[in-house]
């Protein structure tokens, strides 16, 4: 089946390929009660020009990523910080797009009225709460913290120049290792997308011939699974419910939403002296180490090895396996690795199992249908663990915030019987929700563990639509 075309030009690059930067800015605001469309117009239009290309962030990446090989100097980086926009339904509604407000239920309604998700009242929250809604979010990112400080208030003054109201003025930074804040690696797994980038048809990713491995077709390399780009950017084919390499119609949409996406952003605190504090507890209530139990609630070890894995994988070997299926030694790549289909080696209730089951048929159907609900993550950590607040800013894309986000986040995270029906395994210990007042419950290899702390604790946040550089022209217009 061709792949489309991706317009490279057109779609944001905190979509694709997502800001890598060390630092990143996330800046908020409300749109004034009196002219609120024009506030958003006049802002739009200052940003319009500021608004990285897919384009460049791909060739940034390459170049940071030549400087980490040590193939480039680093004075080499080009220091322009890369930027990115992203609008509520309020504001596209002000703006007199209600096509686009209203393209999602989730987005219309906005994220503090999901009570699904189990959330504190938003009254409590400290982004997005009643009246602090966020209309307009800027995301700026770079590795120079001096040069993203003066381009952040470059965008104060013009939000100010625009009338528009501070809500939300948050700073992000990656951690040494790409750890999060409980310690373990993260930003291993990714979906890839299909699709080309040129007239003759060169694939966005490369593909790594690997015949050895069950449905090859659906890999772009070990551990790459390649996902239709229309689960993330509307306009365009997505994956099909039944088949892991067939594609299915785009999402139905109005044309300005093509190559656009919806965001979500969660502000998740990381208490990581209780976290530390009650799986030592549990630890020691079971006889076990307690660093082997935080890795069975993630499914990694901290250095991101799975554990279903018991070599000293590395590379490309730590996204490299099933948990239903072994998977094949790589020629001139990885090893292969055993399956672990009932959780002996990795629990069902593990962080990363929950969020993505791979190859188990799970209560939504078989295999495929679970990467029609993958999420493009990029979420960066903030704070400084140990001094206050701390913890990940986490954003993701999708373009079905139910079937997508919600499904993970609540559906099979927070449920104790899903993703695998009929096993009561337990939530997910690090971000599955439960009602006030009960326990949280999760499975794990020397036992069952229960608690009533939070681990992370949601401060709110929103659910926002990245448009396309070309809707953006037509918004500010
Ligand atoms: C503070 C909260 C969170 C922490 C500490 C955390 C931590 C981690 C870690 C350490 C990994 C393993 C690295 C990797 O495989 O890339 C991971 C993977 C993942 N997380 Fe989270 N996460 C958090 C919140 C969330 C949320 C809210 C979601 C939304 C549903 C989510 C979805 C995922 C997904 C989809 C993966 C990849 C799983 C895979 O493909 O195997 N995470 N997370």
């Known amino acids: 089946m061709t792949e489309p075309l991706l317009d490279l030009d057109d779609i944001q690059a905190h979509v694709l ?58 004075s080499r980086l080009s220091g322009r910080p890369a930027t990115a926009v992203a609008l509520s339904a309020r504001t596209l509604r002000m703006l007199g797009h209600d096509e686009l407000a209203t393209i999602d239920e989730a987005f219309t309604a906005g994220m503090a009225r999901r009570g699904y998700l189990r959330d504190p009242p938003p009254g409590d929250w400290t982004v997005g709460g009643p009246g602090r809604e966020i209309d307009i979010l800027v995301m700026t990112a770079g ?57 003759d048809g060169t694939p966005l990713v490369e593909r790594l011939p690997m015949p050895s491995m069950p449905d090859h077709r659906a890999y772009a390399g070990p551990g790459d699974v390649l996902v239709w780009p229309g689960q993330f950017l509307f306009g365009l084919p997505r994956q099909s419910e039944t088949d892991p390499v067939r594609s299915a119609p785009a999402r139905r949409a109005p044309g300005l939403a093509r190559n656009g996406s919806l965001l979500v952003y969660r502000k998740l605190e990381q208490d990581v002296p209780g976290f530390r504090a009650d799986t030592g507890r549990m630890a020691a209530g079971l006889g076990v180490d307690p660093d082997r139990l935080r890795a069975e609630m993630v499914g990694r070890w901290p250095d991101g090895r799975p554990l279903v894995r018991t070599d000293d994988a590395t590379g490309a070997e730590l996204n490299h396996f099933g948990y239903d299926t072994a998977v094949p030694a790589i020629p001139g790549g990885p090893r292969g690795a055993d399956a672990d289909p009932d959780g002996a080696r990795c629990p069902l209730s593990a962080h990363i199992r929950k969020v993505n089951p791979r190859d188990q048929e799970t209560d939504k159907g078989p295999p495929s249908a679970t990467l029609t609900f993958a999420i493009l993550r990029r979420g960066i950590t903030y704070g400084v663990a140990g001094d206050g607040d701390c913890g990940l800013l986490f954003l993701c894309y999708q373009t079905d915030l139910v079937s997508q986000f919600e499904l993970l986040a609540q559906r099979w995270a927070g449920s104790p019987d899903r993703p695998r029906q009929g096993l009561d395994n337990g939530v997910d210990l690090l971000i599955g929700r439960v009602r006030a007042g009960t326990a949280r419950r999760a499975r794990l290899l020397p036992g069952e563990v229960s608690t009533f702390a939070d681990y992370v604790i949601p401060r709110g946040g929103a659910y926002l639509f990245t448009p396309s550089l070309s809707a953006l022209r037509v918004l500010a217009a």
């Open 17 to 74: 390929p997502g800001f890598g930067h060390e630092h990143q800015w996330l800046l908020g605001w409300r749109l004034p009660g009196d002219e609120p469309a024009g506030a958003a117009r006049a802002l739009l239009a200052e940003l319009a020009g500021r608004i990285t290309p897919a384009r460049r962030g791909l060739a940034d990446r390459a170049a940071r990523r030549a400087v980490r090989r040590g193939r480039t100097a680093r």
């Open 143 to 199: 590795e120079d913290l001096e040069r993203l400080a003066a381009a952040v208030e470059e965008i104060r003054a013009a939000a100010v120049r625009a009338r528009c109201e501070p809500v939300h003025d948050q700073q992000g930074r990656r951690l040494p290792g790409d750890v999060e804040h409980f310690g373990f690696r993260d930003g291993i797994s990714q979906p890839v997308l299909r699709g080309v980038v040129d007239a």
